[in-house]
């Protein structure tokens, strides 16, 4: 195949990638439930590279209320979510509660430009789990899947599936959690 | 006398029980992809299937750096954008793809699952990107929802040639009582 051609099919399968997405995006609407954890157990170890090349570690967040949401670009309802996610920092994160997004087998390179297109675009930390073990160590099975963490370090809800993290129900669930 | 109604009601439920799950199975086309989706809701649980078209399956993997020839046998797998969500069932939703059935006039066998196709790609020696993608992109092999609307969505093989016909049956368990939902001729891509 010569190069022309090379670049014909690559463009080719680049304009086809973004037929994916239509199809992907036709999702049923986002509930705002989150499931409690009936038996509270301390959360797994969470010590990651930020976006912002800082060193991010879970066990210094305690007193806070800490959403840790597992993503990727590729994952429509991540995608569709993460809005959700800073608008939900923005409401509530004087009050105690933090995001911190982590990133699945992705790069910088990938993550960065995704980020650009979303609105409101996120502040809190996105973190970098690029060999997926943080992921497995979290006992996740599929993506979104996104935990909260108390303000005593245990696990206290989770979801699976993409939310709408705004929902006033949800914030009062999360502000609820920091005065217990 | 109980016999006799129990004779009239048996049919009376029979046929209430067939047209709920035929209505339940709902299909449409996405105008501009052309793509079917397939969709039912029984037992709280909402099941459905999108074709994934051989070009977007390539097309996807190719830019998360999978190689042309992995992609290429997984693209014409009969591939579908599966959602499975726990809207309303009484408790956990728990499943194991292994459970499930893609019945065709080739027989019955479970979709093939992320593990399956990894080992076969071993040999086009994946990037650990790739395989991390390619790994979380699938419908997980085994889950929990719980109530109130916990779901997934992923891409599932089901290992049959292009335009084929099947019913898929989806096997799940809530509070170990077992559960199914079936989707009825459903037609692979070309």
């Known amino acids: 195949m010569s190069v022309v051609q090379n670049r014909r099919c690559r463009w080719a399968l680049l304009l086809t990638a973004w037929l994916v997405f239509p199809v992907l995006a036709d999702l049923p609407p986002l509930t705002h439930g989150l499931a409690p954890i009936a038996e509270p157990v301390d959360a797994p170890m969470l010590r990651l590279t930020s976006m912002d090349d800082e060193i991010v570690d879970l066990a210094s967040l305690r007193g806070q209320v800490v959403v840790v949401n597992f993503w990727a670009t590729w994952c429509p309802p991540c995608r569709r979510e993460m809005p959700s996610l800073e608008h939900l920092y923005q409401q509530a994160g004087e009050k105690g509660v933090t995001v911190l997004a982590v990133n699945v087998g992705e790069d910088e390179d990938t993550v960065f430009p995704f980020l650009g297109t979303v609105d409101p675009s996120p502040t809190f930390p996105i973190l970098f789990d690029t060999d997926s073990s943080v992921l497995t160590q979290w006992r996740v099975r599929g993506l979104p899947t996104t935990f909260v963490v108390g303000p005593n370090g245990k696990l206290a809800y989770q979801a699976v599936g993409g939310r709408e993290f705004n929902h006033p129900d949800l914030i009062d669930q999360l502000l609820q959690l920091l005065e217990k | ?190």
């Open chain 2, 1 to 190: 006398m109980l016999r006799d109604i129990s004779r009239r009601l048996i049919p009376v439920i029979l046929s209430l029980l067939w047209g709920e799950s035929a209505l339940a199975q709902t299909r449409s086309v996405d105008p501009e992809t052309g793509s079917v989706t397939w969709e039912t809701q029984t037992h709280g649980v909402t099941l459905s299937l999108t074709q994934i078209l051989p070009d977007q399956a390539r097309a996807f993997y190719v830019n998360r750096g999978m190689p042309t020839a992995a992609t290429e046998s997984y693209a014409k797998s009969c591939v579908y954008m599966t959602v499975l969500r726990n809207d309303s069932a009484p408790d956990v939703v728990h499943f194991r793809l292994a459970d499930w059935s893609v019945v065709s006039e080739a027989g019955s066998q479970s979709p093939i699952g992320a593990a399956t196709w990894l080992k076969r790609f071993e040999a086009d020696a994946l990037s650990q990107s790739a395989r991390i993608a390619f790994r979380w992109a699938q419908f997980p092999p085994e889950q929990e929802y719980q109530p109130g609307g916990d779901w997934n969505q992923g891409m599932l093989s089901t290992g049959l040639p292009p335009n084929s016909e099947f019913d898929l049956v989806a096997r799940w368990d809530v509070a170990g009582e077992p559960f199914e939902g079936v989707l009825k001729n459903v037609r692979c891509a070309k």
